[in-house]
């Protein structure tokens, strides 16, 4: 069964914002058996909308919009499905007094111009939004299932997760779909490639995928078939072989971030830890304390960008940075001790590197990154040696520090 997804805004195009949208679906449809084949994105031109949907429907049985639902000028979705469908748009009252009472909980009048949101295509079935004032159009033609959902991502994953899901799974029927995300850490794609590869026999309807990112590769075992049963076990048996082959390169099942493993091994060990700071800005303590609870095991930091607040707060010896340097794996495991002293917790973790784009010498260029770990009485280093893109560096960087601390609290 043929599925396309179609994002609607002259936005898209000219680069004003990125088309999340199409990744957010694509991935709800994967898990149902849904895979997208085709996806695009159009203005808000309802010539180029129309030629747009006609094509989606001479090939996919599955057409998702999103887009252009709003009551302005510019949202020309429905007129472009009315003139595809060739239908009429229709005032719904229901419609209307269900928006007045919205905004009045809100204390607050409603627009004269978004009356607009009750004039919908004839025959339509609809969608409820739970966070903005457009409605979901669900037509059906001719064996074909058309959708359309508001381009705002709030309003738009709610209503794919509450609505369209439920929706798309009884057109189905039994087709079952199950997947099992292995998510691993320090170790490049094709090294684990190599690796797993003479543990791979797939049975009929299995397939592994690998998902590199700045924080890892995640190994995503797929199987897709009519018997629940037999599917999960052909899953199983390859993502068993390969979490038993490599061990804790994995480190957690499932989609959780490192960060949230980290603070659940601090949590179960009754661990706290501090972070020092430098070329990271921040980046490491901000992950760590969007978790809620976190305040059970950190316990705070110090960004020390400067080298008088390494020396001044974090106890760092002078001669240390004039000897190594403040990018040196010294320097790293200073600021690692420093800040255990200074907090008071059991993990130090620091980095300190040359993040660029400038700043980089023969001797120590740009993308190198030292990172410490220290406890009250040892401390210890990783050097990595990273690219020339800023952004990256710092998420690379913070991504090794997390493995880092993960892999000294259990045990390795």
């Known amino acids: 069964m043929r599925t396309e997804i179609i994002t609607i805004g002259d936005e898209l195009l000219n680069g004003m914002r990125v088309d999340t949208n199409a990744t957010f679906l694509a991935e709800r449809l994967d898990r149902i058996g849904l895979p997208a084949t085709f996806i695009s994105s159009v203005g808000d031109d309802i010539e180029r909308m129309a030629e747009s949907f006609h094509l989606a429907l001479s090939r996919s049985e599955i057409i998702i919009t999103t887009g252009g639902l709003g009551p302005t000028d510019d949202d020309m979705t429905k007129k472009g499905i009315c003139k595809v469908f060739k239908r009429n748009l229709i005032f719904h009252e229901e419609v209307l007094d269900q928006l007045n009472i919205r905004f009045e909980k809100r204390g607050l009048t409603m627009p004269p111009i978004n009356q607009n949101q009750a004039l919908l295509p004839q025959g339509a079935k609809f969608l409820d939004n739970r966070f903005g004032s457009a409605l979901g159009i669900v037509i059906t033609d001719r064996n074909k299932l058309f959708c359309s959902m508001p381009g705002v991502p709030r309003e738009m994953r709610e209503m794919t997760d509450a609505e369209l899901i439920p929706l798309l799974k009884q057109r189905v029927g039994n087709l079952v779909s199950i997947r099992r995300v292995l998510r691993t850490s320090g170790a490049m794609e094709s090294v684990l490639a190599e690796k797993i590869r003479p543990v791979l ?12 990112s700045y924080r890892g590769v995640d190994l995503v075992v797929k199987g897709r078939g009519t018997i629940a049963e037999e599917v999960q076990a052909g899953v199983d048996i390859l993502a068993d072989r390969i979490a038993n082959l490599l061990g804790d390169v994995i480190y957690t099942e499932g989609e959780i971030e490192p960060e949230e493993v980290v603070g659940n091994l601090l949590r179960e060990k009754g661990k706290t830890l501090a972070v020092a700071e430098s070329c990271t800005g921040g980046l490491l303590g901000g992950m760590l304390t969007n978790l809620p609870g976190s305040s059970d095991y950190f316990l705070g930091g110090v960004i020390a ?12 010896p002078p001669e240390t940075i004039e000897r190594f340097g403040a990018v040196s794996a010294e320097c790293a495991k200073a600021m690692a001790q420093g800040v255990v002293r200074l907090v008071g917790a059991d993990l130090g973790v620091s980095i300190t590197g040359i993040a660029g ?4 010498t023969d001797e120590k260029p740009v993308g190198t990154v030292f990172i410490g770990l220290a406890t009250s009485d040892r401390a210890v280093h990783k050097k990595l040696t990273l690219g020339s893109d800023r952004t990256i560096n710092r998420l690379k960087a913070t991504a090794g520090a997390l493995e880092m601390i993960r892999q000294a609290l259990i045990g390795n």
């Open 305 to 316: 960008y400067d080298d008088n607040i390494k020396r001044d707060h974090l106890a760092v």
């Open 201 to 212: 026999k797939f049975a009929e309807g299995v397939s592994l995928a690998y998902l590199p």
């Open 357 to 360: 784009p400038g700043g980089g």
